[in-house]
């Protein structure tokens, strides 16, 4: 993967698990002080981390060495996504961005900018050329990128009981 300001993503492997759960954990956390009920269920949570690493969906940011951020990429069909209230861009086969989630105890800027930029490369190198994510209605910091990025909105889906924004962009 290509480095830039230090920052390096690549695949997760087992021995990543408890710094990602410490990740996620801080995620929740926040979720949770912002007022919002997203990731308050019980999910993301272990069982989910370890899946992800054992499918090859889950990536670490590094930044000198550390992990500071967690992403799920998965090149398969969501479920979640096969009812959309509105309309998705496309038809083509797509990736799936799941459970970003960025350090609070290293305090840095960028970095999920840096992991949604590096996964359309991740997604051309796959022949890709679509990337689906969703997010709560609450998450302004993750709703940001996904305008800085040109993500277009195209209606709601339903994960767990509860209406989520979704997205695509279609990349060239």
């Not at 087992?14 to 990731?39: F, H, M, P």
């Amino acid at each position: 993967m290509e480095m830039i300001n230090d920052f390096l993503l690549r695949k997760a492997c087992t021995g990543d698990k408890q710094r990602i759960w410490e990740i996620l954990q801080q995620a929740i956390q926040l979720r949770k002080a912002d007022g919002s009920a997203q990731w308050q269920d019980g999910y993301p949570n272990l069982e989910v981390i370890e899946n992800d690493i054992n499918k090859a969906y889950g990536y670490v940011l590094l930044l000198d060495e550390q992990i500071i951020a967690y992403v799920a990429i998965i090149f398969d069909v969501e479920p979640a996504y096969e009812i959309i209230e509105g309309t998705w861009l496309s038809n083509q086969d797509y990736a799936v961005i799941h459970r970003l989630a960025v350090a609070q105890d290293i305090k840095t800027k960028g970095g999920a900018t840096f992991v949604m930029s590096e996964i359309e490369q991740i997604a051309r190198a796959e022949s890709v050329f679509s990337i689906r994510v969703d997010t709560n209605y609450d998450n302004v910091g993750m709703l940001r990128i996904l305008d800085k990025l040109e993500y277009r909105y195209c209606g709601e889906v339903y994960f767990r009981g509860g209406a989520r924004r979704a997205f695509e962009k279609l990349l060239s």
